[in-house]
């Protein structure tokens, strides 16, 4: 299992960003998949999960809710998450991951993370 996550970086209050998880390894379109974020010296915390199918279950953390969108390519095995209205509290690495439980921030496997720091 190989996910690489992109898109990270700074921005101002707002603003928003595009993340990329590239997925190898493993069947993408037959695994749910989910983003989890960790900001420095607190646990992880889990943002949104999206189903095999990209459509039948998408759940997402009340503190990001209206504002984050996930979503999926299972023809290019990729996953999303577009983040608009960027705040300071969603500085944090934001990891693509898979397993554990849909709205938790536990999982089986996860990439190296990209940073996000929403900063003026």
């Known amino acids: 299992v190989r996910l690489v996550e992109s898109g990270g970086g700074l921005v101002q209050p707002g603003g928003s960003l595009r993340l990329s998880c590239a997925t190898s390894g493993f069947t993408f379109s037959l695994h749910d998949m989910k983003w989890v974020r960790q900001a420095p010296g607190k646990r992880f915390e889990w943002v949104s999960f999206?189903?095999?199918?990209?459509?039948?279950?998408?759940y997402y953390a009340d503190s990001v809710k209206g504002r984050f969108t996930i979503s999926r390519d299972n023809a290019n095995n990729t996953l999303y998450l577009q983040m608009n209205g960027l705040a300071p509290e969603d500085s944090a690495v934001y990891y693509c991951?898979?397993?554990?439980?849909?709205?938790?921030?536990?999982?089986?496997?996860r990439g190296q993370g990209t940073q996000v720091t929403v900063s003026s």
């Open positions: 999206i189903d095999r199918t990209g459509y039948d279950r998408i």
């Open positions: 991951a898979l397993g554990g439980d849909p709205n938790a921030p536990t999982f089986n496997y």
